[in-house]
């Protein structure tokens, strides 16, 4: 799978990608990650990448050259690739989604917007729009994270066991809980490990973990 991400600030995906099952699955899985900094593709001799809005109003708008542009280069990398917009009108971005991206090992462009928002008109060259929750954020970069990390950790052999991603939160129907865990001590701070975990019988061991599952 390989994922571009457009950007004005490729240096905070760096420790992000670089680390954990996110470097693994480049390392080991043929994940390939591409950062493009969206400054590159900005206009006359001091790269603008913004203005301010028609009809007035606070803060800068990104322009809609840059991007598009941004996003024609990555199109030609990956043609076949859809492009992701992180933004409060998109389609809250869940568990279920993940998976489809994951299964489908599509490749993926994610565009980050910046300051007050980016020119309306670069939603023709947008496939897919998404939102992380109701919260507002100082860019993209964040939802974008979330978006790879979620999607990258479901792909084949990157998370250890085999049934890793299957007995987790959000699996059935986005909205079921996983049980409580416990390991070692068996007593913390007057804390004990549930005595049917200590048991060694399976069968009442999974029941225990369905009935505490919400």
């Known amino acids: 799978m390989k994922i571009q991400v457009i950007t004005l600030f490729p240096e905070m995906f760096e420790g992000v990608l670089g680390s954990s099952m996110l470097w693994k699955a480049k390392e080991r899985n043929g994940v390939e990650y ?7 593709y900005g206009i006359g001799p001091r790269k603008q990448v913004d203005d301010p809005p028609y009809g007035g109003g606070d803060g800068m708008l990104m322009k809609p050259e840059p991007i598009v542009a941004a996003i024609e280069a990555a199109k030609k990398l990956d043609p076949s690739a859809k492009v992701y917009l992180p933004t409060p009108r998109g389609e809250i971005f869940k568990q279920s989604k993940a998976k489809k991206i994951a299964k ?5 462009i994610i565009v980050c917007p910046r300051y007050e928002g980016y020119d309306e008109r670069i939603t023709k060259w947008i496939d897919e729009q998404f939102c992380i929750g109701n919260y507002v954020l100082t860019g993209g970069e964040i939802p974008a994270m979330a978006l790879i990390d979620s999607v990258v950790r479901l792909l084949p052999g990157v998370l250890g066991g ?7 939160s959000f699996q059935a129907d986005d909205k079921s809980i996983e049980f409580p865990q416990y390991t070692r001590p068996e007593d913390f ?10 048991s060694g019988h399976h069968a009442e061991i999974q029941k225990w973990r369905k009935e505490n599952s919400k």
């Open 34 to 40: 591409e950062l493009i900094d969206l400054r590159q």
């Open 104 to 108: 489908s090992e599509q490749g993926m």
């Open 162 to 168: 085999e049934a890793s991603a299957e007995i987790e």
């Open 189 to 198: 701070k007057g804390m004990k490990v549930p005595d049917v975990l200590l």
